[in-house]
Structures are given as structure tokens and as C-alpha cells.
Nanobody, 124 residues
Framework: QAQLVESGGGLVQAGGSLRLSCVASGYTSGWYSRAWFRQAPGKTREFVAANSRSGGSTNYADSVKDRFTISRDNAKATVDLQMNSLKPGDTAVYYC?????????????????WGQGTQVTVSS
């Protein structure tokens, strides 16, 4: 059974940066594609970024493209989300997810394993 634990959330001013990290245990990290989703208050959870199982393909939501970067280190079983030029609209709980699929899917239903989430708050 895979377990995912996020870290790195916090409070930051608009224009600032944060780096989220998600560490996996209980499975071989290279077998899974990895992703980040987020859920803002009163809204449904939405896709942010994904990294294919091989690490060779990435996928980003239009709203974060050119500001966020997803990366993974299979040796450390981690996947990170570097977030730059943060906006108040990025405020949300950010969730790490893992899928047995190979592709960098943006579909929530493709992801079987989820972390508990980490809060990101961007002040104006």
C-alpha cells in the first residue's frame, strides 16, 4: 500500500515562491506517474501538474504553466512542485497523487493514491 506525505506549504506574499515536496513509501516510485492537484475553499479539486512514470513527460494546467515546475527523484521517491510568481488565486490545499498509469494524466480518476494535503496561502 502506497503512502504519500506532502510538505512545504505555508504563507507567502503575492509574487513569492514556495516549493512543495511529496515523499512516497510502500512502493517503487518509478512504477507510478505522479501529480499535484489543489482545492480552493468552496471549489472542487483541480489538476495542477503531472509527471509521467518515466519522468520524460510533464503536463500543466494552463493557469500555472510557466510559473510552476514539477520534478521527481525516483531514487528518493519524491516529487516536487516549484511554485514561482504566486498569486492569491493559487491559495488552496495542495494534494500529491500517484497513479499506476504511465502517462502524465490530468484526470483525478486516474490517480489511486493521495496524500493528506498541505495548505498554501498567498496574500495580496
Amino acid at each position: 500500500q502506497a503512502q504519500l506525505v506532502e510538505s512545504g506549504g505555508g504563507l507567502v506574499q503575492a509574487g513569492g515562491s514556495l516549493r512543495l515536496s511529496c515523499v512516497a513509501s510502500g512502493y517503487t516510485s518509478g512504477w507510478y506517474s505522479r501529480a499535484w492537484f489543489r482545492q480552493a475553499p468552496g471549489k472542487t479539486r483541480e489538476f495542477v501538474a503531472a509527471n509521467s512514470r518515466s519522468g520524460g513527460s510533464t503536463n500543466y494546467a494552463d493557469s500555472v504553466k510557466d510559473r510552476f515546475t514539477i520534478s521527481r527523484d525516483n531514487a528518493k521517491a519524491t516529487v516536487d512542485l516549484q511554485m514561482n510568481s504566486l498569486k492569491p488565486g493559487d491559495t488552496a490545499v495542495y494534494y500529491c497523487a500517484a497513479s499506476r498509469r504511465q502517462i502524465a494524466s490530468n484526470s483525478e480518476s486516474d490517480y489511486r493514491y493521495w496524500g493528506q494535503g498541505t495548505q498554501v496561502t498567498v496574500s495580496s
